[in-house]
């Protein structure tokens, strides 16, 4: 995918933070590179697992839909994995307009730590990449909600895709302004907001999240979180350079400077003896994901319906049980159920 104009850019939080640089970071605060690696991966498949794995009678978790919304999707997936509600105090002090909805998303809001302490509590490191995930999403996610409903809506917002199919899109998380917040490198507009918060710098944002989860792994590891300056500002230097390259190649400035092994897509359910769905297209670049003004569009008049639901696989239950997939799903499981009890003591439906 080619960039496009007016600041448009293929996404990246899906791929360059959730794995890139959660590895990086979990490796700094001093985890093995089995552990981090485990972590890492745990939090990328949180964007990868779009459709469900067929395992005997079983089906593997789905914790994300680019191309589909109703409220079972954005109270099952969207809430607990990706848009954590914040504080709705802070929110509304951004806005113009003064009303943001409910549920809406602050960066390292306590609801988003609480959950991040509980998973760590947990030292299980599937657990803990998921969370992270969630928690990071925080950061890029600010001030918009799992929920179709208007504070989502970019009225004014940049971009030719926003601006051309924005009034036939729902108004769903972050949809309105396309992969504007997942861009560690971009500098966009979100009109919503009132100066200074509508001039939006992603790489003070994403600085922010990298700073505050290497402190949660420092100290969940008992040690001093110090040197964070000294960790923190390779991945600033890097995110504040020129554009060179797209795509997956911009995975060997992390693979290089980091020491942070390749991604391999469905790297667990193929070991797990996973074969693949002949029918559905087998993406291998994670660097194409994410949210897609085409897809929806597709999707709202019929033309995607072929492939959604469909199942990316098959994983006999003798490969699945005991493999590192069984352990993720199991813990993509807790972390749902976790948050569904705590959303519910908040009064959260």
């Given amino acids: 995918m080619k960039p496009k104009e007016h600041g448009i850019l293929p996404p990246r939080m899906n791929i360059e933070f959730h794995y890139y640089t959660l590895h990086y970071l979990a490796k700094a605060a001093g985890f093995a590179e089995s552990e981090a690696a485990s972590i890492a991966i745990s939090s990328q498949l949180v964007d990868e697992s779009i459709q469900a794995w067929e395992i005997g009678s ?74 992270l995930h969630a928690y990071a999403d925080t950061w890029a996610h600010q001030n918009f909600s799992a929920d179709d409903e208007g504070q989502n809506s970019m009225e004014g917002g940049d971009g030719p895709q ?50 505050m989860i290497y402190r949660f792994l420092r100290t969940y590891r008992k040690e001093s979180f110090q040197d964070e300056a000294f960790v923190v500002e390779p991945l600033g230097q890097l995110w504040s350079s020129p554009i060179r390259q797209e795509g997956s190649a911009r995975a060997a400035d992390y693979i290089i400077q980091f020491d942070v092994p390749p991604y391999e897509s ?49 994983i006999g239950p003798e490969g699945y049980e005991g493999s590192r997939f069984e352990s993720w799903n199991k813990a993509a499981a807790a972390h749902r159920a976790f948050c569904r009890q705590l959303f519910a003591q908040r009064g959260i439906r």
């Avoid at 500098?187 to 944002?205: A, F």
């Avoid at 929806?296 to 008049?301: D, F, G, N």
């Fill in 58 to 131: 079983k089906t593997s978790e789905i914790t994300q839909n680019y191309v589909f919304w109703d409220r079972d999707v954005g109270n099952s997936i969207y809430r607990p994995f990706h848009f954590v509600p914040g504080v709705v105090e802070i929110a509304a002090s951004r806005r113009k307009d003064g009303r943001p909805g409910a549920y809406v998303v602050t960066e390292d809001s306590p609801l988003a730590r609480e959950i991040l302490v509980a998973a760590l509590k947990t030292k299980n490191p599937y657990r803990i990449g998921i969370a």
């Fill in 162 to 211: 926003v601006r051309g199919n924005r009034l036939s899109l729902p108004a769903v998380g972050h949809l309105h302004a396309y992969k504007n917040p997942d861009d560690p490198r971009l500098r966009w507009v979100d009109p919503r907001l009132k100066s200074p918060y509508d001039r939006v710098e992603n790489t003070t944002r994403f600085l922010g999240a990298a700073k």
């Fill in 266 to 314: 469905e790297l667990w359910a193929e070991e797990a003896g996973g074969r693949p769905n002949p029918a559905l297209p087998q993406v291998k670049d994670p660097f194409s994901s994410g949210y897609s003004s085409l897809t929806w569009m597709a999707r709202l008049v019929g033309k995607a319906g072929s492939t959604l639901g469909a199942r990316k696989g098959n």
